[in-house]
T-cell receptor, first 111, second 118 residues
Framework: RKEVEQDPGPFNVPEGATVAFNCTYS??????FFWYRQDCRKEPKLLMS???SGNEDGRFTAQLNRASQYISLLIRDSKLSDSATYLC????????????FGDGTTLTVKP | DTEVTQTPKHLVMGMTNKKSLKCEQH?????MYWYKQKAKKPPELMFV???????INESVPSRFSPECPNSSLLNLHLHALQPEDSALYLC?????????????????FGAGSRLTVL
């Protein structure tokens, strides 16, 4: 079983749709959680950190459920510019400096 | 503009060549990383330097040799590579490593060096 598993996608949605991505992790010692966005042939960039209380940044909402070892990302009112690959990242403080990436979920928003 | 600068952006080398990839950051970050990324795959960790010391080597073949001359610089020396080593090589940095709060663990990536081995 992979340490971090994401919905494989791809997700193809119309503009204005709401889309949700899920991610599960296997190591209960995980301490830090993130969603990164990667555009084609570009580097990953931090979209948002994920906190236990859940957090929101504009149209984006991230949730963490430690009991179920599950992270989610909700995108409301999708824009064409949201088209990208979304990477779930989990970091274990028991292993200095190692962040584990999910395989990524590709989103295409169509007009 | 990215705050982690990588050079060169593109590199083509033969299997007998020796080349180096360079990475620089001036954010005062104390952890630096090399990742390898193949097409349609996530970044794969290669090495981690924490306070200029190598803390993680993910069983990377010796034809890849990392070097951290100081807290701002990270190099990856390449020698006798194979065609399957062709990939995007990403450098990243973070404020710290294990045991620190979430914000300190955020990775900032450079734009990458796209390597082709002939």
């Amino acid at each position: 079983r992979k340490e971090v598993e994401q919905d494989p996608g791809p997700f193809n949605v119309p503009e204005g749709a709401t889309v949700a991505f899920n991610c599960t992790y296997s190591n209960s010692a995980s301490q830090s959680f993130f969603w990164y966005r990667q555009d084609c042939r570009k580097e990953p960039k931090l979209l948002m950190s994920v906190y236990s209380s859940g957090n929101e940044d504009g149209r984006f909402t991230a949730q963490l459920n430690r009991a179920s070892q599950y992270i989610s990302l909700l995108i409301r009112d999708s824009k064409l510019s949201d088209s990208a690959t979304y990477l779930c990242v989990v970091r274990y403080n028991t292993n200095a400096g190692k962040s584990t990436f999910g395989d990524g979920t590709t989103l295409t928003v169509k007009p | 503009d990215t705050e982690v600068t990588q050079t060169p952006k593109h590199l083509v080398m033969g299997m007998t060549n020796k080349k180096s990839l360079k990475c620089e950051q001036h954010m005062g970050h104390r952890a630096m990383y090399w990742y390898k990324q193949k097409a349609k795959k996530p970044p794969e960790l290669m090495f981690v330097y924490s306070y200029e010391k190598l803390s993680i080597n993910e069983s990377v073949p010796s034809r890849f040799s990392p070097e951290c001359p100081n807290s701002s610089l990270l190099n990856l020396h390449l020698h006798a590579l194979q065609p399957e080593d062709s990939a995007l090589y990403l450098c990243a940095s973070s404020q710290g490593s294990a045991g620190m709060v979430s914000g300190a663990n955020v990775l900032t990536f450079g734009a990458g060096s796209r390597l082709t081995v002939l």
